[in-house]
Every structure is written in structure tokens, then in C-alpha cells.
């Protein structure tokens, strides 16, 4: 397993990680079919989808502000909009690996979702 850091500057934004990831992959051993990447915290998640026209992940950041309506949370720390979130998106996701390279459809990404920034994150990749 190998670690990535991702710094995000906005409470909610897609950071395109799809360089890095692909990049950790030459520390593995030759052979792996799969590439796991976790995101080890409550109010992150990470996502595949498209890379190639920047407004779609700025589109995705609204929709994920308009989902939550306003409601009175009881989690002291003000954040529990980002962590229904990050249940939502999810917290991990699996990509094939051909000849060595992440097999992602032509327009496909992989994103971290900072739900609660901006922070420092970790995102944990591993090959299977």
C-alpha cells in the first residue's frame, strides 16, 4: 500500500488525484489486475468520473451543497452535512489495471471529494 496527500482549498471540491494514482502504481509488483484507492477519512469520499471538462466537477460540488437541505444536525462540530455525504459517495473505489496502467474509460477520473475543507487528506492505493 502507498499513501497520496491531497491539500483541498474549498469546503466542498473534486480534486482530480488520476496523475498520482496512476504514478503509485510503479511501486507495485507487475501482475496486479485491480487498483484499490480508500480515502481513511469521515468527511471525504472519492469518486470515478469525468476528467476531461473541468465544469463537471464544479457542477458536482453544487449538487452535492443543494442535497443536504438545512436541517438542525445535533453533531456539535457543525459538519454532519459532510459526513451524510461522504456516506453517500462512498469511501473507496476499484479500477482495473491492463498492461499496467489504470483501464479507465476515455473521459474518466478519479477524484478526492473534500466534503468539509479545505484540509489535508491522505488517500490510501493499493494493487491486488
Request: with cysteine; net charge negative; glycine share 6%.
Amino acid at each position: 500500500m502507498t499513501e497520496i496527500e491531497v491539500r483541498s482549498r474549498a469546503r466542498i471540491e473534486l480534486v482530480d488525484v488520476t496523475s498520482e494514482v496512476a504514478a503509485s502504481l510503479a511501486r507495485f509488483e507487475p501482475g496486479a489486475t485491480l487498483c484499490h484507492v480508500f480515502v481513511p477519512h469521515t468527511t471525504a469520499a472519492v469518486v470515478v468520473n469525468e476528467a476531461a471538462d473541468p465544469d463537471v466537477a464544479r457542477d458536482l460540488a453544487a449538487a452535492y451543497r443543494a442535497i443536504v437541505p438545512e436541517i438542525p444536525f445535533a453533531h456539535a462540530e457543525g459538519n454532519s452535512d459532510s459526513h451524510l455525504l461522504a456516506t453517500l459517495l462512498g469511501s473507496s473505489v476499484t479500477i482495473p489495471i491492463e498492461e499496467g496502467r489504470l483501464a479507465l474509460g476515455t473521459w474518466q477520473g478519479i477524484f478526492l471529494v473534500e466534503l468539509d475543507g479545505p484540509r489535508r487528506r491522505r488517500l490510501r492505493v493499493s494493487a491486488i
